[in-house]
């Protein structure tokens, strides 16, 4: 199990210095007024695993903005294997994030999922049933991520080849040797994305029903594509080579209305309530609530199962909108994990039932002061 024992944040959003020492595995609250910082803590938690974290935000918006110095977060992670000092910050001159282990300059933030896996819910989210597909598309992708770390450079390679065809197309200047090139590029990993997401959510599936569902109803998942409806039905190389082909059928499309016509980049997420057999985007905005928790917590047990250790969950205001049975059977479910969750909440009345289960720091105007 591994879990954040020591947290600090120096120059990083509202808070000049801060540090939560002598963190346990279980529940965390934060709890105190709009505005205080309290998400600010979960998305510092959510960049020490590989990504831009919780709010997707650049590297230069996590800046405290009356600091002179770059920030940084840091974090002691203990483990079955014991402990290790892992960090993240931003290097002023490049305007780039670094990422160090144990003191050392890491290559890249990859080497973060070697010891921390974070899972998020935020209000934000609770609008993804309704969105675009571009949104549900990146949760799922994200939830692929923690589950298979090598999923991330698969995307960046397919958007990148994308990117670079798009540009030659639309400049009229694509040499046919070099976009011949990056239609394979973009073949070979389209396929492995949609591979990945089919078997992801397969698993995940599975991880859905092996629970109870009276507080949280179950979800019937499908990753919905071009590729993925494809590769139900034919091996991947053949899906591969078919892909290979409409990307250079479709040059003279693409060239007018940018990017590509079919890929992965127009996937979606369906989700169902198996209950009613309804779409979630048709359920109530309790029931939806209700779906995207069971989701997220599927996603932790299934880590928990194949990495013997669940993730760390950062839950913002996520018991706000719950009534008094559902909140209890979430802490519930949470203690049952066994790993460390984080909760924010404006109310310390939300958190009653925990109040003798859960380690509680209170958050005003930035400053962290222990219960």
Known sequence: MSFVSTLKLHNFRCYQQVAFESLQSGLIVLHGPNGAGKTNV????????????????KVMEMQCQSAGQPWAV???????YGSVQIGTGLEAEKEKRIVRINGENARGQNALAEHLACVW??????????????????????????????HSGRVTRYENAMRQRSKLLQEGKGDPAWLTGLEAQMAETGV????????????????????????????????????????????ALEVEEMFNYQLSESRGVDMLTGGA?????????SVHMAEKN??????????????????????????????????????????????????????????????????????????????????????????????
């Open 42 to 57: 979960l998305e510092a938690l959510s960049i020490l695993s590989p990504g831009r974290g919780l709010r997707g935000a």
């Open 74 to 80: 840091s974090a002691s992670v203990t483990s079955n």
């Open 121 to 150: 819910l935020t209000p934000q989210m609770d609008r993804l049933f309704l969105d675009s597909s571009r949104e549900r598309r990146k949760f799922l992708d994200r939830l692929v991520f923690a589950f298979d770390p090598g």
């Open 192 to 235: 492995a994305i949609a591979a990945a997401r089919l078997d992801f959510i397969q698993r995940l599936q599975t991880a859905c029903e092996g629970v109870d569902h009276s507080h949280f109803p179950l979800s019937r998942l499908r990753a919905k594509g071009t590729l993925e409806e494809l590769l139900s039905s034919a091996p």
């Open 261 to 269: 016509a079919t890929g992965p980049h127009k996937s979606d997420l």
């Open 278 to 371: 309804m779409p979630a985007d048709q359920c109530s905005t309790g029931e939806q609530k209700a779906l995207l928790i069971g989701i997220v917590m599927a996603h932790a047990r299934l880590i928990a199962a194949e990495r013997g250790a669940p993730p760390i969950l950062l839950l913002d205001e996520v018991a706000a909108h719950l009534d008094e049975n559902r909140r209890a059977a979430l802490y519930d479910l949470l203690l049952d994990l066994g790993g460390q969750v984080w909760l924010t909440g404006t109310d310390y009345s939300l958190f009653e039932a925990i109040k003798n289960r859960a380690q509680f720091f209170e958050i005003q105007n930035a400053a962290v002061k222990a219960a």
